[in-house]
């Protein structure tokens, strides 16, 4: 297929532009500034600027753009600025492939399991309603900046992506190194749900979703856990222990509003995902923990 990929030089973004190259698409990018190189494209969604010549040779476009929120403070400014960072970009994208005659066929939206809020032990597919935490407001108005898109007949695809494990980066980034010194620990009292997928997985669902019929959202997880047996299971990866939990106070003070992402309980599992035949790498969270100790 011939795909333009947004936000290539993200965590998942990285590893999905590969892989779809070695799987024999050809793949664009689009990028901020100057190109250097055949494959990039300009584009500035700040300014609403995109060629209708980017999207119109595509057969798809994957969009994985904005503003990492747990880089830093959710202040005020910065709460502005995550959300922007997918609303319009995602609007300029819907837009275009709107304004096109021969349109691409899907648009794979990036989203967030954080859609459906703090939930405890109840189980979340697709058909649960949007909650109304400062993230699941953001997915609100993210999933409906592909409006245009869907009105103009593009399969839109929102991709609800879990807690995504991998040694190098994602929601485990600062956790690991913690682990690895041996005072890595549950957040909190650790009985929240985390639903969690491998970044292997998180890339084969989303180009199993090229080729789907699947529309509307899809919750992109492999199965949900304790934080505490997620932890745990690391830990054992590892060879290390898990002894010193992370006060839920501590947690607030240094994450502020994001400390509700890793607070909150979410036991999403992938109802959609799994009627539409994907099968995961990594199905259960010893051998995913184990794949993320190896370097994964």
Not at 89 to 109: E, F, G, I, Y
Not at 251 to 263: I, M, Q
């Given at each position: 297929?011939?795909?333009?990929v947004a936000?290539?030089?993200?965590?998942?973004?990285?590893?999905?532009?590969p892989?779809?190259?070695?799987?024999?698409?050809?793949v664009?990018?689009?990028?901020?500034?100057?190109?250097?190189?055949?494959?990039?494209?300009?584009?500035?969604?700040?300014?609403?600027?995109?060629?209708?010549?980017?999207?119109?040779?595509?057969?798809?476009?994957?969009?994985?753009?904005?503003?990492?929120?747990?880089?830093r403070?959710?202040?005020?400014?910065?709460?502005?600025?995550?959300?922007?960072?997918?609303v319009?970009?995602?609007?300029?994208?819907?837009?275009?492939?709107?304004?096109?005659?021969?349109?691409?066929?899907?648009?794979?939206?990036?989203?967030?399991?954080?859609?459906?809020?703090?939930?405890g032990?109840?189980?979340?597919?697709?058909?649960?309603?949007?909650?109304?935490?400062?993230?699941?407001?953001?997915?609100?108005?993210?999933?409906?900046?592909?409006?245009?898109?869907?009105?103009?007949?593009?399969?839109?695809?929102?991709?609800?992506?879990?807690?995504?494990?991998?040694?190098?980066?994602?929601?485990?980034?600062?956790?690991?190194?913690?682990?690895?010194?041996?005072?890595?620990?549950?957040?909190?009292?650790?009985?929240?749900?985390?639903?969690?997928?491998?970044?292997?997985?998180?890339?084969?669902?989303?180009?199993?979703?090229?080729?789907?019929?699947?529309?509307?959202?899809?919750?992109?997880?492999?199965?949900?856990?304790?934080?505490?047996d997620?932890?745990?299971?690391?830990?054992?990866?590892?060879?290390r222990?898990a002894?010193?939990?992370?006060?839920?106070f501590?947690?607030?003070?240094?994450?502020?509003?994001?400390?509700?992402?890793?607070?909150?309980?979410?036991?999403a599992?992938p109802r959609?995902?799994?009627?539409?035949?994907?099968?995961?790498?990594?199905?259960?969270?010893?051998?995913a923990?184990?794949?993320?100790?190896?370097?994964?």
């Open positions: 297929m011939q795909v333009v936000g290539s030089h993200g965590f998942i973004g990285g590893t999905l532009v892989q779809l190259r070695r799987d024999g698409h050809d664009r990018v689009l990028v901020r500034g100057e190109t250097r190189s055949p494959d990039e494209v300009s584009w500035d969604p700040d300014a609403g600027e995109l060629a209708p010549s980017a999207l119109d040779w595509a057969d798809a476009v994957i969009n994985l753009a904005g503003v990492n929120p747990g880089t403070p959710l202040t005020q400014a910065r709460k502005r600025l995550v959300v922007s960072s997918r319009n970009t995602t609007k300029l994208l819907s837009r275009t492939l709107a304004s096109l005659d021969a349109r691409p066929r899907v648009l794979l939206q990036a989203s967030g399991i954080g859609a459906y809020g703090s939930r032990d109840d189980l979340l597919d697709e058909d649960e309603p949007i909650g109304t935490t400062f993230f699941a407001t953001v997915v609100r108005q993210w999933e409906a900046a592909t409006a245009s898109a869907q009105e103009a007949g593009v399969r839109v695809v929102h991709l609800r992506t879990g807690v995504v494990l991998s040694s190098h980066g994602g929601a485990l980034g600062r956790l690991l190194p913690l682990i690895r010194l041996g005072v890595g620990g549950r957040f909190g009292n650790g009985r929240q749900f985390w639903p969690w997928i491998t970044l292997t997985d998180e890339v084969r669902a989303i180009e199993h979703l090229l080729t789907s019929q699947m529309h509307g959202p899809v919750n992109l997880v492999t199965a949900s856990d304790r934080n505490a997620v932890v745990k299971a690391l830990a054992q990866a590892l060879h222990p002894v010193v939990p992370v006060p839920a501590a947690l607030r003070t240094v994450l502020g509003d994001f400390s509700s992402e890793v607070l909150g309980s979410n036991r599992f959609a995902l799994a009627a539409d035949g994907f099968v995961p790498t990594h199905p259960d969270l010893g051998t923990a184990r794949w993320v100790a190896a370097g994964g």
